[in-house]
């Protein structure tokens, strides 16, 4: 079924969260009696062509003057002053639009979403906490195990195997006899695929006995350092190289939504993305490889991992909201007094 139509029978239920910064909502409805998330993104502006010019044998990309009937300034069609002082001048403006060349939005469709991904998309407070190996075998460790199910991993098998957004690949790395060392790059669900400052892509390797930071072992060294050089050397020329192998940031995500070993590919410059790169959630490829040279045999599983939690992630009611309050024990942070009298 087609998104336009699935879209047309959404049921609004309720707002899950929405962010001003990054200009997103996300909104739960229904579609025939069965769960659906929507995330609409508003589109960042569109320029006039990126202008290449060498420089230091460099293909620098140059933002000039605003020509096209979509770019910037010349697609204001309506524009009312809201009030002004000064030298200083605000108002409200409408922009011309256009399906292909001016999107207004993007708009991000779960259907039908489970329980796990309402969570996920429900705003929620955030803890930063501390995940022991001991934590990891105990609380962690068996609810990755739950999360590796078929179904929850499809989209991911579906890419790797059976031609699922395979126009959408931009490099394949896959050598029949050699399975476990192949990966694929494709453009992220996160991505527009047209405005490279945002540019997002994910690669997906086709191995899949990494389900996440805590498998990797120094032996997994050779094998990164090989994905992360092939990265930065593909990835630049699919596009043409108008942005450079120094201006991909690199990172997995710890905890990750999906456990199959996968590793995100953003422009450095998109700064943009919620909380999907900030510290406590994003590991620089480079960083991990680093560690893996200090790491005893069990790498990340030796390791303790500092990382944010939201409560509605389910290893919260699993066990780490005990955890908490003991670490700040542990630490000698002393508790929060029961009544904070008002500042005099
Ligand atoms: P993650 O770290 O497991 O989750 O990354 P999170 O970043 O969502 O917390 C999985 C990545 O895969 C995310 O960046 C998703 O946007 C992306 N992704 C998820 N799905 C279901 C798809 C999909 O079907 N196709 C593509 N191209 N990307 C997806």
């Known amino acids: 079924i087609a998104l336009q139509e699935l879209i047309g029978k959404f049921k609004f239920v309720r707002i899950l969260d929405s962010n001003p910064q990054i200009k997103v909502i996300s909104l739960l409805g229904k579609i025939d009696a069965q769960d659906a998330i929507v995330t609409m993104e508003k589109m960042h502006f569109v320029y006039d062509t990126n202008v290449l010019k060498k420089e230091n044998g460099r293909n620098t990309p140059v933002l000039h003057n605003c020509e096209d009937e979509f770019s910037c300034l010349k697609s204001i069609q309506e524009l009312r002053e809201i009030a002004s002082n000064d030298i200083y001048y605000w108002g409200a403006g409408l922009l011309k639009q256009d399906l292909d060349r001016n999107p207004t939005a993007k708009i991000n469709l779960i259907w ?3 329980p796990v991904h309402i969570r996920k998309y429900e705003v929620q407070d955030y803890h930063m906490l501390r995940e022991t190996p001991e934590i990891y075998e105990r609380v962690v460790k068996p609810y990755i195990e739950e999360m590796s199910s078929e179904s929850r991993l499809r989209w991911v098998n579906n890419i790797l195997y059976n031609g699922a957004e395979s126009e959408r690949v931009v490099y394949k790395d896959f050598v029949e006899e050699n399975l476990p060392k192949g990966f694929l790059v494709l453009p992220d669900m996160k991505w527009d695929g047209v405005n490279l400052d945002s540019l997002y892509l994910v690669a ?15 032996e997994h060294k050779p094998w990164l350092v090989e994905l992360l050089t092939k990265i930065k050397t593909v990835i630049p020329a699919c596009y043409n190289y108008a942005i450079h192998p120094d201006e991909l940031r690199v990172f997995i995500h710890y905890q990750p939504s999906y456990y199959h070993f996968h590793i995100h590919i953003v422009n450095v410059k998109h700064g943009g993305l919620g909380d999907g790169i900030s510290s406590g959630k994003a590991f620089l490829l480079e960083e991990v490889i680093e560690q893996l040279n200090y790491l005893g045999k069990d790498g990340f599983a030796g390791r303790t991992i500092t990382y944010v939690l939201g409560e509605n992630h389910d290893l919260w009611n699993r066990g780490m909201k005990h955890e908490i309050p003991r670490q700040l024990r542990e630490d000698g942070i002393p508790k929060a007094p029961k009544v904070i009298n008002d500042f005099e």
């Open 112 to 114: 039908p979403a489970t």
């Open 204 to 218: 997906l390797v086709f191995r899949n006995d990494i389900r996440s930071l805590r498998d990797l072992r120094p």
